[in-house]
C-alpha cells in the first residue's frame, strides 16, 4: 500500500507496506525463491476454495499468516529491514460473464481453459508487529479477473 | 462488481511454524513454474518465476500468447486470478492506495520427486 496523494496507482510509489508469505520451499532450503522457492505462495486448505467451473464462480475465503517485507524490492533481494509477522483475511469472489477462451501454449508448455470473471475482493492486512492495518474498501478497481482449468508440464504432454 | 453465490469456510493457515511442524514435507512442496517475467526482469533485473496478470490474463493481454497463470509446475486443476486495487483508510486514519493480485490453485501436481498430489496453493 503506497500514499494516494503521489497520484493513481504506479508500481513505481512509494510502497509502505507488502504483505506475502514468503517463497515455498523444502527445508532447510530458505523461503526465498532464488533457493528454488515458489514466489509468494502458500498452501491453503482445499475447503478454502470452490469452484464452478462452467458458470464461472468461484470463490477463495481463508484466513492467512503472513509476513510484512515493506515493498516488493525487500521482498525480492532480501536486502532490506527484517521481514514482521502479519496476516490476512482474505474474501475473494469470481462471477462468470459468459466469456470463455481456450488456449494452447506449446512453447510455454500449457493448455488452459478460461472464464472470464467478475470480482469482488476483501483483503484485510495486518501488521502484528506494529498492529498496523489496512482493508480493502467496496470502490475499487478489478484489472484482471478469470478462473481457469488449466493442464501443464506433464499433464500438459 | 459482483459478490458470488459460491461460498467457502474461512479458515486459518499458520505459516511461522517450523515447516516440518506444520506438515510441509519436502516430497509435497511442488517444482517452480518454468520461466520468468520478462517484465519483472526488465523492471528489478532478476528473473522471477512468476508472469504478471497483465502477461497471464486472455482477456486483456496485449501479447500474442498468454502467459502461465500459475505459480507451481507440473499441475491439473483450477486456478483463480484477481487483480485489483483502490483506496482506503488504514488503522492510522490515513487514505492510502492498496493494490493486490491474489491468485488459487487447487489440483493435482506432481511434487519435486515426481510423485502425484493433490493440494491447495494460494499466491499473495
Known amino acids: ?157 | 462488481m459482483v459478490t458470488g453465490a459460491a461460498a467457502g469456510a474461512a479458515v486459518t493457515v499458520p505459516l511461522w511454524a517450523d515447516a516440518a511442524e506444520a506438515g510441509i514435507r519436502p516430497s509435497r512442496v511442488p517444482k517452480q513454474v518454468e520461466g520468468f517475467s520478462p517484465l519483472l526482469l526488465d523492471g528489478l533485473g532478476v528473473e522471477v518465476p512468476f508472469f504478471l496478470p497483465i502477461e497471464v490474463d486472455p482477456f486483456v493481454t496485449p501479447f500474442d500468447q498468454p502467459a502461465n497463470p500459475l505459480t507451481i509446475g507440473d499441475f491439473n486443476g483450477d486456478v483463480g486470478v484477481v487483480e485489483a486495487d483502490g483506496v482506503s483508510t488504514d488503522s492510522d486514519g490515513v487514505e492510502r492506495r492498496w493494490a493486490c493480485d491474489v491468485r488459487f490453485m487447487d489440483g493435482v501436481y506432481r511434487d519435486r520427486n515426481d510423485k502425484l498430489k493433490r493440494a491447495a496453493f494460494a499466491f499473495y
Do not use: C, K
Open chain 1, 1 to 157: 500500500m503506497v500514499d494516494p496523494g503521489l497520484g493513481p496507482f504506479d508500481p513505481g510509489q512509494v510502497q509502505i507496506h507488502d504483505f506475502n508469505p514468503g517463497d515455498l520451499n523444502d527445508p532447510p532450503e530458505d523461503d526465498w525463491f532464488q533457493q528454488g522457492g515458489l514466489f509468494w505462495t502458500a498452501n491453503v486448505p482445499r475447503r478454502s476454495v470452490s469452484v464452478r467451473s462452467g458458470r464461472g464462480d468461484a470463490s477463495f475465503h481463508v484466513q492467512q499468516d503472513l509476513f510484512d517485507f515493506f515493498d516488493v524490492p525487500n521482498s525480492v533481494f532480501r536486502n532490506g529491514p527484517p521481514r514482521h509477522h502479519a496476516r490476512a483475511e482474505v474474501r475473494i469472489d469470481w462471477h462468470g460473464t459468459g466469456d470463455r477462451l481456450r488456449i494452447r501454449n506449446r512453447d510455454a508448455g500449457f493448455f488452459a481453459r478460461y472464464e472470464r470473471t467478475e470480482a469482488n475482493v476483501f483483503w484485510r492486512g495486518e501488521n502484528l508487529d506494529t498492529g498496523y492495518s489496512l482493508a480493502t474498501a467496496d470502490d475499487q478497481v478489478i484489472t484482471s479477473a478469470f478462473i481457469a482449468r488449466v493442464r501443464s508440464g506433464s499433464f500438459f504432454r
